[in-house]
């Protein structure tokens, strides 16, 4: 079973009933796969500034008992190509229950993709979220 939950906010203005400025507000996208996934809580900022340290953490709700957990975290640029160039990752073996993550905004204004791709036996889930860098 594959599941596709997306949500995408966004704000536009109109003027004669025409599109002149259109902007993201917030982006989620998250696919799960498998006959039990792991359930996730994403903690991300919405928006940091150009240089700033920030945390993301996906952190598995359950408990892993002998499971093993195989994951990756993921930053990109928002760049339409991603659609149709997908990146190649390497998945980890992880030793605790998620991905616990340090990064640094780019030093220019630009939104990032940050991702995270958990795997278990029974399942799988890759959670993207839209992070804002501004001045």
Request: glycine share 6%; charged share 25%; hydrophobic share 40%.
């Amino acid at each position: 079973k594959t599941k596709f939950e997306s949500t995408l906010r966004s704000r536009q203005r109109f003027e004669n009933q025409k599109i002149v400025y259109s902007t993201i507000l917030a982006e989620r996208s998250q696919i799960t796969s498998g006959a039990n996934p792991p359930k996730v809580t994403v903690k991300l900022p919405e928006q940091v500034r150009i240089g700033q340290r920030f945390n993301f953490d996906a952190i598995v709700q359950e408990p892993l008992g002998d499971d093993l957990l195989l994951g990756v975290a993921i930053e990109e640029s928002v760049r339409s190509q991603r659609y149709t160039n997908p990146t190649e990752v390497d998945l980890e073996s992880l030793a605790a229950g998620g991905i616990f993550k340090i990064g640094r905004a780019p030093l220019l204004p630009e939104d990032r993709w940050i991702s995270a791709i958990l795997i278990r036996g029974d399942g799988m889930i890759m959670i993207t979220r839209r992070l804002h860098v501004v001045e």
